[in-house]
């Protein structure tokens, strides 16, 4: 890592404007487009009442300002490739320091490189938090149906999917009945892009987090999104009691 120091101020510990509580962990969602990481943030995210951080959904906020940045963020976006690292790493930082964080954070779709996760692990150090990995494995073959069949009601964010979770009246939302919406980089071509980008750069950190005895790998093939929450809440469980 280049560009920021790795070592850091000790006296930082507990200098954080809104500390963190002795519970407080980064419960990390880590999987390839479409394992479901959004679906499982949001349930997580009510039932251990900890907010739900979205590289993505931040950065499709950003994007819909129409300045310079936007169409940047637009641009990368539309080609499936990452955003550069120093933006989302900014981003994580500020918002994990909000007071909502207190008690703990899930991070969905961060960090996605190398220079990501070594950033995380950082910012986790300085404000002594520990992380749990949660790797959501699903078939190959199967992503790209999946994100291909994704729908999303541009007002409330619920996710639907036409083959597993379809919307009862066809194209609305059920909550809002608001049209929904495919996401720009839901097409076949780029749907392919953000999978090579995915293999190149983020599945190389399995074997990273494996190594820090964080991670916990999850059937996240089949199963109903609730069974599959289950054994996260589990997990977690599991990891608070280890500590
Ligand atoms: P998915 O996990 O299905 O690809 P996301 O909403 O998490 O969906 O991400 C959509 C796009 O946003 C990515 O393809 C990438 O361009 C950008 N993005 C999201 N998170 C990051 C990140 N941590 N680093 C770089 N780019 C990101």
Not at 29 to 37: I, R, V
Not at 62 to 84: E, F, H, N
Not at 133 to 162: E, F, M, S, W
Not at 221 to 233: C, F, K, Q, Y
Request: proline fraction near 5%; include cysteine.
């Amino acid at each position: 890592m280049a560009d920021f120091a790795l070592s850091f101020d000790e006296d930082l510990e507990g200098a954080f404007l809104y500390p963190f509580g002795e519970d407080a962990l980064a419960l990390i969602l880590f999987g390839a487009p479409g394992s479901g990481k959004g679906t499982q943030a949001k349930i997580l995210s009510s039932e251990l009442a900890m907010p739900h951080i979205s590289t993505g959904d931040m950065l499709r906020s950003r994007m819909d300002v129409d300045d310079a940045l936007g169409r940047t963020i637009l641009a990368v976006m539309k080609s499936g490739q990452l955003v550069p690292d120093e933006m989302v790493n900014r981003m994580v930082e500020e918002r994990i320091d909000q007071p909502d964080c207190q008690h703990g954070f899930i991070l969905d779709g961060y960090p996605r490189t190398l220079r990501q996760a070594e950033m995380v692990e950082w910012l986790l150090a300085a404000r002594g938090l520990k992380q749990l990995v949660i790797h959501l494995q699903v078939d190959y073959n199967k992503l790209v149906g999946r994100l291909t069949a994704r729908r999303q009601c541009p007002q409330c964010g619920t996710l639907y999917n036409l083959l597993s979770k379809p919307p009862l009246v066809m194209g609305r939302c059920d909550i809002e009945g608001a049209k929904l919406t495919i996401r720009a980089d839901d097409s076949e071509p780029v749907i392919r892009q953000r999978l090579e980008a995915y293999e190149a750069q983020t599945r190389p950190l399995i074997e990273h987090f494996r190594g820090s005895g964080c991670l916990r790998d999850v059937d996240a093939s089949e199963r109903p999104p609730a069974e599959i929450a289950r054994e996260i809440r589990q997990l977690v469980e599991e990891f608070r009691a280890s500590l």
